[in-house]
Structure formats: C-alpha cells, structure tokens
C-alpha cells in the first residue's frame, strides 16, 4: 500500500465522521448521513484526480473509502446523541482531516511530476473542497470561508513547505510529514488562538 493510498484512507475516515457529525445537526435520515458522509470523505479527492487527470478516480478504482465512509456514517448515526457539542467535534475533526487530506493532493501531484504550482493547488483543493460541499448541502456556514479563522491558508502553507523541502532534495516523505504538520499547526493555532489574516474593512469613497 502506498504513501498516497494510506492518507487517502485515513482522510476519508476522518472526514466522514466529520460529515456525518454535520448531517446529524440537520437532522437527516441515515441515507442523508451516508451521502453527506461520502461526499466530505470523497469530494476533494475526487476533484484532485479529475484536475490531475487520474484514472480512475480514486474511490472507483477501489470502492474501499465508499465503504469505510458509509461504515463510518452508520456509527455516527447511532451515536451522534451521547456527543455534547457536535459542533465543535466537528470543527476539531476537520483540523485533523486538513492536515491528512493536504499532504494527500500533495502526494499526487509529486506522483505525476507536476511543478510547484499544480502541486500547491491540488493541495489546497483536496484538503477544502469536501468539508464546502457538505457545509454548502448541508446550509451550514462554510468553514473554508469563516471569517477571522486560518482554514484554505494552512492549507497553502502546508502544501508551499512540502514542495519546498522537496525542491531541497528531502524525501518525499519527509516532506509530507512537514506538511500535515504545518498545515494542522496553523489551523488548530487559529482556533485555540484566534490566529488570523487581515480582513477586507469597506472605507467611504474618497469625495
């Protein structure tokens, strides 16, 4: 089992719980929590491979993160009721997922040899794009786009400091570690902390 298909796993079960923790706070059926359970583990994943090219997409070529997301789902569905604040598991939950889910679309695009760029934006794109579908099916405020929270930035940095240590020769793996590291770092910093990027303020027109 390679690197990659070891954090596209550990990335679905995380973010599947955390899906599926957002389906019970819209009261959904165990369907709902199935869909909105898949769709957060898979869809960025799924965006990545389709950018990249990949075939076949990842969950089609082995049908195992569909399972384990629906396997994870179920549970949730029976147990969602002894959490106290199942908002904030799942606001935790995606921290972690973040930084499975970035060092992920890294890997893949280090697999194809694309530069820096791509590798940075597949980075981005599979660590956020599943946790703003859910959140947007689901009609939750997007966390992605919260403001006065680090969320997409980490992110970046996280992915930016892999192709780094890359570029200087260290192991691929080496570098994914960095990254997830950061990338974690910096998310939970701004939560426990209130560690944030300037926002947009309006000023009245110049007369």
């Known amino acids: 089992m390679t690197i990659l298909t070891l954090l ?3 990335s679905v079960l995380v973010f599947a719980a955390s899906g599926a923790l957002v389906a019970s706070r819209a009261q959904l059926d165990i369907v709902g929590f199935a869909f909105i359970a898949c769709l957060t583990a898979v869809g960025g994943g799924t965006v990545r491979d389709v950018l990249l090219d990949r ?3 990842f969950w089609m070529g082995d049908p195992m993160p569909i399972l384990l997301a ?8 029976f147990s969602a009721h002894l959490v106290e604040s199942r908002l904030r598991w799942v606001i935790w939950l995606d921290t972690f997922a973040l930084a499975i889910a970035v060092p992920a679309g890294v890997a893949a695009a280090l697999e194809l040899n694309h530069g820096a760029v791509i590798v940075v934006l597949m980075g981005m794109a599979t660590g956020s ?21 680090l969320y997409i930035s ?4 996280g992915a ?15 570098a994914l570690f960095a990254c997830a590291g950061v ?5 939970a910093g701004s939560l426990a902390f209130g560690w944030h990027l300037p926002v ?7 007369s």
């Open 8 to 10: 596209d796993y550990a």
């Open 55 to 57: 075939n076949p997409v």
């Open 70 to 77: 629906t396997g994870v789902a179920g549970v949730v569905f």
């Open 129 to 149: 794009l599943g946790g703003l579908m859910r959140d947007v099916v689901c009609n939750e405020v997007p966390l992605v786009l919260k403001q006065g929270e």
């Open 154 to 157: 980490c992110a970046m940095a």
């Open 160 to 174: 930016i400091v892999a192709v780094t240590l890359v570029s200087f020769g260290l192991p691929t793996a080496t």
């Open 183 to 187: 990338t974690w770092v910096t998310r």
């Open 200 to 206: 947009y303020k309006p000023r009245p027109p110049r």
